[in-house]
């Protein structure tokens, strides 16, 4: 396969976390799987990343700086005709947060420490599922 085709036929995905050890090996582990994927390292990022990259689908941390996840789940929702499917991952307990991501769309909720295997099998099932 050529490199173009391969860039077309891989899909996109968006990291927003403001956390170089778990970018890095989220980004290493979803290359492996043949993911392309783009980095974000807080929310005005994430939401110009969005907006200029247009991924399959975004892997949102929700504390970080500048504006928090949900600020960015809530702006996505406003300004998108599609929704972009999203992984919210979070080292929050609270379910009052689950409840509000859920309310704004995630596609999953992640909790952080989590197993890469965890979050795999959640982007194979909203990507290739």
Do not use: C, W
């Not at 976390?17 to 974000?40: C, F, P, Q």
């Not at 969005?50 to 600020?71: N, T, V, W, Y």
């Not at 689950?98 to 965890?118: H, N, S, T, W």
């Amino acid at each position: 396969m050529t490199d173009s085709a391969q860039a077309t036929s891989a899909k996109k995905i968006l990291l927003v976390d403001d956390d170089n050890e778990i970018i890095e090996s989220m980004k290493l582990t979803l290359e492996a799987r043949g993911y392309t994927v783009v980095v974000a390292r807080d929310g005005n990022q994430g939401l110009a990343m969005a907006e200029k990259e247009d991924p399959d689908l975004m892997i949102l941390d929700m504390m970080m700086p500048k504006r928090s996840g949900f600020l960015v789940l809530e702006k996505l929702r406003r300004s998108r005709p599609n929704p972009l499917r999203v992984i919210m991952i979070t080292a929050n307990e609270g379910s009052r947060h689950k409840a509000y991501a859920e309310m704004l769309g995630v596609d999953d909720y992640i909790r952080k420490p989590f197993a890469m295997d965890r979050l795999l099998e959640s982007v194979a099932k909203l990507l290739d599922g």
